[in-house]
């Protein structure tokens, strides 16, 4: 009976070993790799563009395997990292287990496993992403007691040849369906292979962007995922964007993640969800209202928002996404279901009836608790992120929120129940703290809460003044302003970060 729960699982590895992936040893991998025919082992990694590379290895035996599983490989860490210094920059990657999945592109039976940096001591290196994600969440579950789940959203335009046929209404495609959008086929394979890798996806649907110019139509999707622990969370997020390029390279039509496609249309964010946790229970609710704990982490991410926009929104077209009077966030507060604010927090069912029995009257009662589903959504990331150190800024301004002496004074404080952006609240707005303006500010507010940042070992100073200095020598601190009226060096600045993350 218990084999039957990884009968329907989309990942070939659970349904053969039929054991969760958190469970895969060395000898499961071996196992499933010789019952299969497995011919080639690829090792995948992060670099620092946030870009997913590619080790590969053919299998030429029992021993040959056993080998590269127990030992991992040499790689060289200045080609991948700029802050590494090619005099002392030989790492080893070591596989993770629990991320092995069967490779949904190759021809060549593959079977590919994520990989974490390890420096010449054998010891995690220390200012590896990934590794800093760990710590931040390991900081933040030792020094408060909680933990913190998450969850993202991709959002993406793709880009193909002009159709004529079945025109959406511009900047109205939001769930609209095919034949009126073009590309639903081309999402639905993506998500059949993200969820063969082993992704928890929620749903995915047409966004609101869309528009053509002379030549080409530019339609925007998203895809959202399930809460999870953080390390899968990004795992699946970095896997994701990797499946999207295949599949789109597969269709002949490009797929991008930049946050500004053009002037004047929607742009397109990533939005992280989290939930705070303890003992495997949902903490963001108390008896159907925001809970202490929910608004102290919100207090804590608040009050170093402008300084993670260095990880969220790292190039300089992010900031022609984070302008005034547009959905995308400018300033730092939260709300309940209100799009305006940095942080919302979206309809939750609390307080709802029996929605199912009251549509469908042959149901029987059924009142279920969901404030399990409970979530707050961090909204100005977009997809130039570096997910892992995103995720880790999020864990290190949870942690902060638990330690400020005004935690619940702040969250009061930074709470608005309008539209930001409605003129006649334009007092109300000009009380809130702002967000950069450009990649410039933003390494400006990063050298001022960097302290936060490094407590507890967390971040490295290395990688924070590396992360400074890349977002400084974009020297973008009044582009907006100069160009965002002139179209040509517009779209020349969109098509230099076009395949950005």
């Known amino acids: 009976m218990q084999e039957d729960q990884y009968k329907l699982n989309p990942n070939p590895l659970v349904r053969h070993l039929k054991k969760p992936a958190a469970q895969f040893t060395r000898v499961d991998i071996v196992k499933y790799i010789e019952d299969n025919d497995i011919q080639m082992l690829n090792f995948r990694y992060v670099g620092g563009d946030g870009r997913l590379k590619a080790l590969n290895f ?48 190759s021809e060549i039976p593959a079977v590919d496993i994520l990989c974490s940096y390890y420096d010449k001591d054998g010891s995690p290196l220390a200012s590896a992403p990934e590794n800093i994600m760990r710590k931040a969440h390991q900081a933040l579950v030792s020094q408060t007691g909680y933990s913190m789940e998450v969850m993202g959203e991709i959002e993406y ?191 939750g069912w609390v307080g709802a009836s029996d929605m199912i029995k009251l549509e469908n009257p042959l149901e029987d009662e059924h009142k279920t608790d969901f404030s399990d589903k409970q979530t707050f959504e961090f909204r100005c990331p977009d997809g130039s992120a570096d997910i892992y150190l995103l995720i880790a800024g999020l864990c290190v301004g949870a942690r902060h929120g638990f330690e400020m002496p005004n935690g619940l004074e702040f969250a009061e404080k930074t709470y608005v129940d309008v539209n930001i952006f409605d003129e006649k609240h334009k007092a109300r707005q000009e009380q809130l703290a702002q967000l950069p303006y450009s990649c410039k500010t933003a390494a400006e507010y990063l050298r001022k809460q960097a302290d936060i940042f490094m407590q507890h070992g967390v971040f490295t100073p290395t990688l924070m003044e590396g992360i400074a200095h890349k977002l400084e020598a974009y020297k973008d601190e009044n582009l907006r302003e100069k160009i965002s009226c002139n179209r040509e060096e517009t779209m020349k600045l969109v098509r230099r970060f076009l395949h950005c993350g």
Not at 63 to 90: C, P, Q
């Open 157 to 347: 335009y793709v880009i193909s040849e002009k159709d004529e046929l079945y025109r959406a209404t511009d900047q109205r495609a939001y769930h609209e369906s095919e034949p009126f959008v073009k590309w639903e086929q081309l999402r639905v394979d993506a998500m059949m292979a993200m969820a063969q890798t082993g992704a928890n996806i929620k749903y995915s649907h047409s966004e609101v962007g869309n528009f053509s110019d002379e030549e080409h139509e530019y339609e925007q999707n998203e895809i959202e995922f399930l809460p999870t622990n953080v390390e899968d969370a990004a795992d699946q997020l970095i896997i994701a964007k990797w499946i999207l390029r295949q599949v789109a390279y597969q269709y002949g039509v490009t797929v991008s993640f930049a946050p500004k496609i053009t002037a004047g249309k929607a742009g397109s964010g990533m939005h992280i969800h989290m939930r705070i946790m303890k003992e495997g229970k949902n903490m963001t609710l108390d008896n159907g209202r925001i809970s202490d704990e929910a608004r102290k982490t919100i207090a804590g991410i608040l009050d170093i928002a402008p300084a993670l926009s260095a990880f969220g929104n790292t190039i300089p077209t992010s900031y022609f996404r984070l302008v005034p009077h547009q959905e995308a966030p400018t300033n730092v507060c939260w709300g309940e279901r209100n799009r305006s604010t940095l942080i919302r927090v979206p309809l």
């Open 58 to 105: 053919v299998i030429q035996n029992k021993e040959h395997l056993e080998n590269i599983l127990s030992t991992g490989e040499r790689v060289d860490g200045s080609s991948l990292f700029s802050f590494l210094e090619a005099g002392s920059s030989d790492l080893y990657v070591v596989p993770r287990f629990k991320t092995a999945f069967l490779n949904p592109f």
